[in-house]
């Protein structure tokens, strides 16, 4: 406590005078961090090069960057199913079958490092990994450059939109273009932020008041609300061995960095457009919304939530669908 040293004044004096200075600060504080919000709206697009996404859009989509053109990027983050694909993971070439669930593309260039492990640091490199890994597409940026450049539409596009037009580093730059140009703003929240109060609803908004209370904002929270730092999976308990069946892609960033501090930790997912793009977590263990918030509950914040709290907060969680291209993710009937 502080020491007060004032002529004239005793101890109990003293003692009044700095509690009630302290209880002010403290009010002070509380009425600052109740108008500081941790999440933040999401900006409108950059200005990005509008020939580069275009071109970078039908990459994308083109089969022919895959072995035997059998799928796309947009095979396993489709813009109809929240930048996913629905599975507990994705299904690559010929059948093969992926060890991680896979996230969304949309908003990904807010994330802080790319991939669950973040071995990634930044969209330049993940683009390289989906299309030589064997269980995707199972590829070469080499090989898929000499099938486009007997392709006249992709010659004249690349020449158009690039100065040195069709080479390896511009497929990719045209790739991330377009990944880039993925934001997804205006959600209901987002409008709620900028001053609409009439955006949510009141049970949504208590279901925000609970997600900050019960500590979910401590790892969700910036514009992505997450996908900003990296956290153990487990830090109230042993989600692994209650759940069983460990296997290599449970171990996290200790992939990366091989230091058993790193086993089990992830980076944090995002939750914007969280209600489109279940099954959750890295193992696509749970196929509903509250579902996953009850295991978080459970194994991230060793709490037990109060009847109808988990509910409420899925209520808010679902005001973070955004819009893409002007039109809400959310279709009509979800």
Known sequence: MMKIKSRGMNADARKWLTLFILTFLCGLIYVYLSNDESIRPIPDVDSLNPQQVELGGFLFNDVRLSKGAQLSCASCHSMTMGGA????????????????????????????????????????EQVD???????????SWEQAIEILKKDSFYVEMFK?????????????????????????????????????????????????????????????QGVA????????????????????????????????????????????????NIELTAPYFHDGSQETLLAAVNIMMKYQLGRVPKENSSLLIVGFLKTLTGQYQGKSLKKKGQ
């Open 160 to 220: 158009s939109a690039y100065t040195d037009g069709l080479t390896i580093l511009n497929m990719r730059k045209a790739i991330v273009s377009f990944e880039e140009s993925l934001l997804t703003p205006n959600s209901r929240f987002d409008l709620y932020l900028k001053g609409d109060e009439t955006a949510i609803s009141q049970r949504e908004l208590e279901g925000y008041h609970l997600f900050k209370q019960y500590g979910c904002i401590s790892c969700h």
């Open 129 to 139: 990994g989906p299309i030589a890994n064997p269980k995707e597409m199972d590829f």
């Open 85 to 124: 694909d629905a599975q507990v993971v994705s299904t690559g070439v010929d059948r093969r079958k992926g060890n991680i669930n896979s996230p969304s593309v949309f908003n990904s260039s807010l994330n802080f490092r790319q991939f669950w492990d973040g071995r990634a640091a930044n969209l330049m």
């Open 225 to 272: 609300v997450g996908g900003n730092l990296f956290r153990p999976f487990g830090v109230h308990g042993d989600y692994f061995k209650d759940r069983g069946d460990i296997t290599e892609a449970d171990y996290g960033r200790f992939a990366v960095t091989q230091k058993e501090i790193d086993r089990f930790v992830f980076k944090v997912p995002s939750l914007r």
